[in-house]
């Protein structure tokens, strides 16, 4: 069998030809002639070395270098021996690309989505049973200032009886969910946050496409 590392721009394609002493050159001849035919940069995996007489293994190398001329490192897959030598050869291969974020950047999410899922973290640590699962969180608004952020976040549930329960007596439970993600979106951002969390019924919001679709799924 062979593989091939595609070409970036103007960079050539290489090959990458695996082979064992169980496959008969006969069977391999339309592989040969197509690796021939196309001229690309090859090397050879003779596979499964593991199962040859030191002597076996130098002939076929040396079989494999004469007949394509090209490198031949000799390897077991299936347990690993020369794997790191074969993944640098295809790394010394591989064309280098431009960077697609900055060094300072560790995702390509943005500030909003990490709000969202901060208030979804502190639902899960503080309900039980389907409530978290019942829970979806939207960035309403996000307003920067310079020494302060203004959010507002809502949590739609499916049912009344579970609007209820987010809220808790008195609003004390949504306080202490809030006071929470607030905390912890500041460590985040490194500023102050003004956190304002309201809490909304949609029936049957996980089962609505339409639904499901708007908040991201």
Sequence with gaps: ?????????????????????????????????????????????????????????????????????????????????????????IVELLPESPAYFDKGEFTDRNVRFFVSEIVREKIFLHYTKEIPYSCEVVVDTYKEEEKLDRIRCVIFVERESQKAIIIGNKGDALKKVGTEARKSIEELIGKHVHLELFVKVKDKWRNDASTLKKLGY
């Design 1 to 89: 069998m062979f593989f091939q590392i595609p070409p970036v721009t103007s960079i050539s394609l290489h090959t990458i030809f695996v082979t064992d002493k169980f496959q008969k050159e006969e069977e391999q001849k339309h592989l040969i002639e197509l690796i021939q035919s196309t001229k690309t940069p090859t090397f050879v995996l003779l596979n499964k070395i593991d199962l040859y007489q030191k002597e076996e293994t130098e002939t076929l190398v040396n079989y494999w270098k004469e007949k394509l001329n090209y490198e031949v490192i000799p390897i077991t897959a299936s347990s690993g021996i020369n794997a790191k030598k074969v993944i640098k050869k």
